[in-house]
Every structure is written in C-alpha cells, then in structure tokens.
C-alpha cells in the first residue's frame, strides 16, 4: 500500500522556523510532481509549493523567498524549509504527490495525499 506520511509541524514563534517532510511508500515505480498544500481553518486548501522530477520549483506568492521546497529522490521525500515564520502561516500542510505505482503486473499513475500536519505560529 502507497502512502505519503508528514512530519516536523509543531508550535514555533513568529520569525521562527521549521521543517517539513514527508516520505512516500510501498509499490512505488517513479514518482512525479511533489508539492505542499496548506489549509487554514475556514479557508480552502492553497498551494505552497511544487518541485518536478528535475528539481524545478514553483511557489506562491505569499512564501516566496521564505520557504523552500526540496526533494531526495533517492529517499522519495520531499521537504518543505519554513523560515521567517508569520502567524497568518498557520494551518495543516499536505503533502501531495503524482506517482508511478506499480499494481500487480502494471504501473498505474495517480495522487496521493499524506495525513496532514499541523503548523502553529504563535507567541
């Protein structure tokens, strides 16, 4: 069974910082797009940040130059470094990944989400 499993959120001041990870396994054949998803309490889910196969990456406007998204293809992980941490990035971060899994005798490309972690910046 291919799942994607999140660690490192917790409490951190404002300014402070903090590391996400996030690990795919199982039956894993390649994997894609890598991205980190968040989502707030009463608002919908946004993107964060994407990074390809190749090592491009993509961010949103509101944590450009303060997160960057990494990945260990080797490791199939996917890292998000958070820095200059405000209060209004508080919420649940997802990580979402596009695979190549393999099932039975054939691969099959889908999404997986992984559970969710939560980040609180406060003081």
């Known amino acids: 069974q291919v799942q994607l499993v999140e660690s490192g959120g917790g409490l951190v001041q404002p300014g402070g910082s903090l590391r996400l990870s996030c690990a795919a396994s199982?039956?894993?054949?390649?994997?894609?797009?890598m991205r980190w998803y968040r989502q707030a309490p009463g608002k919908q889910r946004e993107l964060v940040a994407t990074?390809?196969?190749?090592?491009?990456?993509n961010y949103a406007d509101s944590v450009k130059g303060r997160f960057t998204i990494s990945r260990d293809n080797a490791k199939n992980t996917v890292y998000l470094q958070m820095n200059s941490l405000k209060p209004e990035d508080t919420a649940v971060y997802y990580c979402?990944?596009?695979?190549?899994?393999?099932?039975?005798?054939?691969?099959?490309?889908?999404?997986?989400w992984g559970q969710g972690t939560q980040v609180t910046v406060s003081s």
């Open positions: 199982g039956s894993i054949f390649s994997i894609n797009d």
């Open positions: 990074i390809t196969n190749g090592g491009s990456t």
């Open positions: 979402n990944a596009d695979l190549w899994v393999v099932v039975a005798t054939t691969q099959v490309y889908r999404g997986y």
